[in-house]
């Protein structure tokens, strides 16, 4: 059952309407002229206008390295009548240095508002970058914690994967507003909800509602043709995702993987994955297996994922050792 959502609002303006997302994505319009395999130093990231105002730079399915970057996670910005929001900031100071530049590009409106879905790696490290811009730092009340956990861990991640170079720029910059519940945005005559969830795929997932467009940034609680990673609650996570899914959005912005107008058909495949992956852990612990057993033999169907082999044994280890302490 979702939790009870507290309310933190922001006075707001009227959401201005509109319509025709489809035609949006149907035709699609390019700005900043380069991709997170070809980042380069003050260049403007690549993104898409997938609805009046909203654009997304979709990252690549690969895993973190020097060559792209970091740039893995879908991120991108909202403008308003007054101000932009950014959401997610990417894999490195250098991807959120070049998503600078992609909004400057398009708008000499001020970032007012950077926020972040949750705290991995791939979706927070871009926030230096808005260090000079005016802007409130906003997240899950749980994500400044997080990210004070697992600072060490990360820093020496980022150095394995993307190169001591790139690490040495990339800090961690925690939000300056916490979400307990939920709390409404005034970007100028357009309004974003955000909500707070309760433990899902972490402990400190956030989503974004456009009213304007209807388009929700769902962060990591979708993933779409990369597989999901359970780094939360596996029973949260799917209690989330039914509280998600009445949700009415006409467009879908996914941590990982394409932006979606079938909502919230969308999230059918990630939702037979873990309830399969539920399934199979507790008839492994009706069958006494051993840890090492169940993530030996517990499969799925490695060809409707991508980097399958990479995060499907510890999505079995996490769930694991969640339901082996059902009653």
Not at 123 to 146: E, M, P, R, T
Not at 223 to 230: A, G, K, Q, V, W
Not at 299 to 309: D, H, K, V
Request: aromatic share 8%; proline share 6%.
């Amino acid at each position: 059952m979702q939790r009870p959502h507290e309310s933190l609002a922001v006075p707001a303006w009227p959401a201005q309407r509109f319509s025709g997302v489809a035609k949006w994505l149907s035709a699609p319009l390019l700005y900043g002229a380069i991709s997170a395999t070809a980042l380069g130093a003050d260049e403007p990231l690549s993104v898409r206008e997938v609805a009046a105002g909203v654009f997304v730079h979709e990252g690549v399915h690969e895993d973190a390295s020097p060559r792209n970057f970091g740039a893995i996670a879908n991120v991108g910005f909202i403008m308003g009548g007054e101000c932009v929001a950014v959401i997610d900031t990417g894999g490195s100071y250098a991807e959120g240095k070049a998503l600078r530049a992609a909004i400057s590009e398009r708008t000499s409106l001020p970032v007012c508002y950077v926020i972040n879905t949750h705290v991995h790696p791939d979706h927070v490290y871009g926030n230096a970058a808005f260090s000079a811009d005016k802007a409130q730092f906003i997240g899950h009340h749980k994500l400044a914690a997080s990210m004070r956990a697992r600072g060490g861990y990360y820093a020496k991640y980022l150095e394995r994967t993307i190169g001591p170079d790139l690490a040495r720029q990339s800090v961690l910059v925690p939000p300056s507003l916490p979400v307990k519940g939920t709390l409404e945005l005034d970007l100028g005559e357009r309004r974003l909800i955000l909500q707070a969830w309760p433990v899902s795929h972490t402990d400190n997932d956030l989503t974004v509602l456009d009213e304007a467009t209807g388009t929700l940034w769902a962060g990591d609680l979708v993933f779409r043709e990369r597989i999901p990673s359970l780094d939360g609650k596996l029973s949260g996570w799917l209690s989330t995702m039914d509280s998600l899914a009445k949700i009415p959005a006409r467009l879908v912005v996914p941590g990982h993987g394409p932006v979606s107008t079938d909502w919230p058909a969308v999230i059918k495949p990630q939702q037979q994955y873990l309830l399969q992956l539920q399934a199979d852990v507790r008839a492994a612990l009706k069958d006494k297996r051993s840890i090492q057993q169940a993530t030996t033999e517990i499969g799925a169907n490695p060809s409707q994922w991508l980097l399958f082999e990479g995060s499907h044994r510890q999505n079995v280890t996490a769930a694991f050792t969640e339901l082996e302490w059902e009653e």
